[in-house]
T-cell receptor, first 110, second 111 residues
Framework: NAGVTQTPKFQVLKTGQSMTLQCAQD?????MYWYRQDPGMGLRLIYY???????DKGEVPNGYNVSRLNKREFSLRLESAAPSQTSVYFC?????????FGPGTRLTVT | RKEVEQDPGPFNVPEGATVAFNCTYS??????FFWYRQDCRKEPKLLMS???SGNEDGRFTAQLNRASQYISLLIRDSKLSDSATYLC????????????FGAGTRLTVKP
């Protein structure tokens, strides 16, 4: 039982490049989330998916797209990366009220 | 104004000390409240839920004051291993899907 896994762990992009962050959970949870964490800002919700086939915007969705591929997987795509998207990205899934987080992806956009 | 506000600290305390953190939230419709712990460069993990009646888990006590819209965390007999950042979390919305995190309070417990 791996919990929530994320790939890659680290990534450096140039401005304008695209990439997809992958997330998977093996706990059979319905709800999954993507957050970014910046110094002094706390975690901010980008997108969430309450169940397979549905996605909704969170607090800071601009510049991102998501896909809930199936119950296990929820990916986050940056179509044209910008330096303002330099951050640590966490994926999470929820059981009742507890959120289980993945280990994070550290993304730097130069 | 941030929806969830915490004193960023750092709080530097000796082993065995008692330390308390507060957190205020602005959305009066908030439904559920939690404290998460985050170690350096790691993911957040649930420490405890916070109930109106207050709740205790070993050395940790959490309180909620809905009228004043704040929650607190008290740590007694601090251990070195308590050193971490403590995140206040408030939920609202349908099925509590809207979770708002405070920026965290950093605690360092020194020998």
């Amino acid at each position: 039982n791996a919990g929530v896994t994320q790939t890659p762990k680290f990534q450096v992009l140039k401005t304008g490049q695209s990439m997809t962050l992958q997330c998977a959970q093996d706990m059979n949870h319905n709800s999954m989330y993507w957050y970014r964490q910046d110094p002094g800002m706390g975690l901010r919700l980008i997108y969430y998916s309450a169940s397979e086939g549905t996605t909704d915007k969170g607090e800071v969705p601009n510049g991102y797209n998501v896909s809930r591929l199936n119950k296990r997987e929820f990916s986050l795509r940056l179509e044209s990366a910008a330096p303002s998207q330099t951050s640590v990205y966490f994926c999470a899934s929820t059981s009742l009220h507890e959120q289980y987080f993945g280990p994070g992806t550290r993304l730097t956009v130069t | 104004r941030k929806e969830v506000e915490q004193d960023p600290g750092p709080f530097n305390v000796p082993e065995g000390a008692t330390v308390a953190f507060n957190c205020t939230y602005s959305n009066s419709a908030s439904q559920s409240f939690f404290w998460y712990r985050q170690d350096c460069r790691k993911e957040p993990k649930l420490l405890m839920s916070v109930y109106s009646s207050g709740n205790e888990d070993g050395r940790f006590t959490a309180q909620l004051n809905r009228a004043s819209q704040y929650i607190s965390l008290l740590i007694r007999d601090s251990k070195l291993s308590d050193s971490a950042t403590y995140l206040c979390v408030v939920t609202s919305g349908y099925n509590n899907n809207d979770m708002r995190f405070g920026a965290g309070t950093r605690l360092t417990v020194k020998p």
